[in-house]
Each structure stands twice: as structure tokens, then as C-alpha cells.
């Protein structure tokens, strides 16, 4: 289900999604930089098994958040495989449950303030909308990177007021 909604909140627009339950293959790590060790972790997995040219949906979010005063934090990522995927290498399989979804994408080169912003414009975008916010995992899904910059779809997790 894709709504589109045709409010902008800031310079984004938002639209609601509802994900489907997926089968995923999680990877974990916590540093100074967990999303590129995260990633790498799931690269590696992907060459282990002879998968790199399966472009799959790939989802990531911090796990556990930053803290003011510390330098390392989590970061988790997600890849979608088939129901009869069972190697797993360091990772961990994970049935992901889906859910109800408020949307914006983003496209930087400067992602430290740009994705924070982005946040901040869905929840202003829910909190003057007909949802509240949800309880399931808030995420980003990595659509695109290059040298020149990042593409990622940033997923808050709504309900239906009421």
C-alpha cells in the first residue's frame, strides 16, 4: 500500500508505505563509524556465498544510538533473502514482522546533517498528520551510494490515530 500525501513538510515529501513481513539477514556492529563496519560485515557474507550480484532491499538504523560524550555506537543492517536462505556466516537470520511507514527520501553529500534533518521533518510531518507515531523499528533503506553522495529512504513508523 503506498498513500501519497501531498503536504510537504520542510522541503520533503512524505508518503505513507506499509511494509510486508520480510526475511532478512541482520549484521551488527558497534564503533566510530558501524555503518561502514556493518556493511562490510555484510559484503563479506555476500562474497562468501556468491551472491554480490543479488541486489536485494537493504534496511539500517542505529542499534544502540549514539550518546553524547561517546565516539561508538551501533548500527544494524538488514538484507532481504529467500525463504530458503540458511547460510549465515556472522550474521543472523530475522523475520521481520512489516508495518505502517511515513516516508521522505533523502539525496546528500553532507548525510551527518542532512539525515538528522530528514528525521526531524517526518516527525514534524506526523505529529500535524492523522497518525501517531509507531512502535515498530524506525529505519533508513539504502537505495544508492556513490562517491558523490547517498540516497537512502528514511521510514518512521506510524499507526492510524485512535
Do not use: C
Not at 563479506?44 to 561517546?70: A, L, T
Amino acid at each position: 500500500m503506498v498513500e501519497n500525501d501531498n503536504r510537504k513538510q520542510g522541503s520533503a515529501k512524505v508518503r505513507v508505505v506499509e511494509l510486508l513481513p520480510m526475511r532478512v539477514i541482520s549484521f551488527h556492529a558497534i564503533s566510530e563509524q558501524p555503518e561502514n563496519d556493518s556493511l562490510e560485515k555484510l559484503i563479506k557474507w555476500k562474497q562468501d556465498n556468491n551472491k554480490e550480484s543479488i541486489k536485494n532491499r537493504r534496511f539500517g538504523f542505529n542499534n544502540p544510538n549514539p550518546e553524547e560524550g561517546k565516539s561508538e555506537y551501533g548500527y544494524e543492517i538488514w538484507e532481504v533473502i529467500d525463504e530458503d536462505e540458511t547460510e549465515t556466516g556472522d550474521g543472523v537470520i530475522k523475520q521481520f514482522g512489516g508495518g505502517l511507514y511515513a516516508v521522505t527520501s533523502i539525496k546528500t553529500d553532507n548525510p551527518a546533517s542532512d539525515i538528522l534533518k530528514g528525521w526531524q521533518n517526518l516527525h514534524s510531518w506526523v505529529l500535524d498528520s492523522k497518525y501517531i507515531q509507531g512502535e515498530h523499528q524506525w529505519m533508513e533503506e539504502h537505495i544508492e551510494f556513490n562517491d558523490k553522495f547517498i540516497k537512502l529512504d528514511l521510514l518512521l513508523p506510524i499507526e492510524v490515530k485512535g
